[in-house]
């Protein structure tokens, strides 16, 4: 062989390489954290605190390894179960923290709405609300604070103390994989 076509050689085998190392650099980011974690059957446990005790949750699948699913709403599931007299009573300003007994997921977004005794949400999705959690070495949590659309009731029981009945949908997210825990409590306007 002579140079010339060792020099074409190496400009080939670099150009294959780049084009090897550019398809792997893609495929990881348009597939987040599915690349990179391991392939889960289920979605794993989570462990909920509030006032020193556990807290009792269901679990809905979204979508979990290529199949989709349609589903009983969560917080609808979670009164089915339990009801409402088995509510906590969580007052403004405690805080409920929890974690996950198994890989973290990717994305995590959590909403609370406001509830009737069948877990249905009470009011319009533009009462729902967004809240902020905070992360410390793969425990999350988040502080009970006033909810305004509490006001809207027309049920002055609503007003008493543990009246309002709260819901938290926990939305996770592990690559393509997604569920959502749902839990409900009692607690103040």
Same mark, same amino acid.
């Given at each position: =062989? ?10 080939? /085998?670099?150009?294959? +390489?780049? +084009? ?7 495929? =990881? ?6 690349? +990179? !974690? ?11 605190? &509030? ?22 709403? !969560?917080?609808?599931?979670? /009164? ?16 409920? &923290? @929890?974690? @996950? ?8 977004? /959590? ?36 909810? =305004? &659309? ?32 749902? @839990? &409900? ?5």
């Amino acid at each position: =062989m002579n140079k010339k076509t060792n020099k074409r050689l190496i400009y080939i /085998m670099i150009i294959i +390489l780049i +084009l090897i190392t550019s398809y792997i650099l893609y495929t =990881m980011i348009n597939t987040p954290g599915q690349i +990179l !974690t391991q392939k889960m059957d289920q979605p794993p446990s989570i462990e909920i605190i &509030a006032d020193g005790e556990a807290m009792l949750y269901t679990t809905g699948l979204n979508e979990w390894n290529g199949s989709k699913y349609d589903r009983q709403d !969560t917080l609808i599931s979670y /009164m089915n179960n339990w009801g409402a007299d088995s509510l906590k009573y969580l007052p403004n300003g405690e805080e409920v &923290a @929890f974690s @996950f007994l198994g890989q973290v997921p990717d994305k995590i977004e /959590m909403i609370e709405v406001i509830i009737g005794e069948d877990g249905r949400q009470l009011y319009s999705g533009k009462e729902t609300k967004e809240i902020l959690l905070i992360e410390s070495d793969d425990q999350y949590g988040f502080k009970i604070v006033p909810n =305004m &659309a509490g006001n809207l009731s027309s049920h002055s029981d609503t007003y008493e103390q543990g009246g309002l009945l709260r819901g938290y949908k926990l939305i996770c997210t592990w690559g393509r994989n997604s569920c959502e825990y749902g @839990f &409900a409590i009692r607690s103040d306007v």
